[in-house]
């Protein structure tokens, strides 16, 4: 089992950056494929961006691509989601979730391990 806590999250302002943390405790996340999703108010839980157990395959979704940069450090047990130029469409709760030894998986179904979420909100 591996327990996933983020952090990093806040207010900013249009135009801003935020870097999340996702530390992982219980297991090493050198074998799990790590995770961000987000959740705004309505709306379904979607995959923001993704990187996969070796490191070598990253997934954007359309609408963050080019701002955020997901990445992790296995040696922290960290995961991390830098975000830049952050607008107002961005603001939800956002999510870190793992899959051991998965490819990149798109649904919130495929992840077995989430954290609590942290409140991402982007004022215009």
């Known amino acids: 089992q591996v327990q996933l806590v983020e952090s990093g999250g806040g207010l900013v302002q249009a135009g801003g950056s935020l870097r999340l943390s996702c530390a992982a405790s219980?297991?090493?996340?050198?074998?799990?494929?790590m995770g961000w999703f987000r959740q705004a108010p309505g709306k379904e839980r979607e995959l923001v961006a993704a990187?996969?157990?070796?490191?070598?395959?990253?997934y954007y979704v359309d609408s963050v691509k080019g701002r955020f940069t997901i990445s992790r450090d296995n040696a922290k047990n960290t995961a991390y989601l830098q975000m830049n130029s952050l607008k107002p469409e961005d603001t939800a709760v956002h999510y870190c979730?793992?899959?051991?030894?998965?490819?990149?998986?798109?649904?919130?179904?495929?992840?077995?391990?989430w954290g609590q979420g942290t409140q991402v909100t982007v004022s215009s």
């Open positions: 219980g297991r090493t996340i050198s074998t799990y494929t």
């Open positions: 979730a793992a899959v051991r030894y998965g490819s990149i998986m798109m649904k919130a179904s495929d992840y077995p391990y």
């Open positions: 990187i996969t157990w070796t490191g070598g395959n990253t």
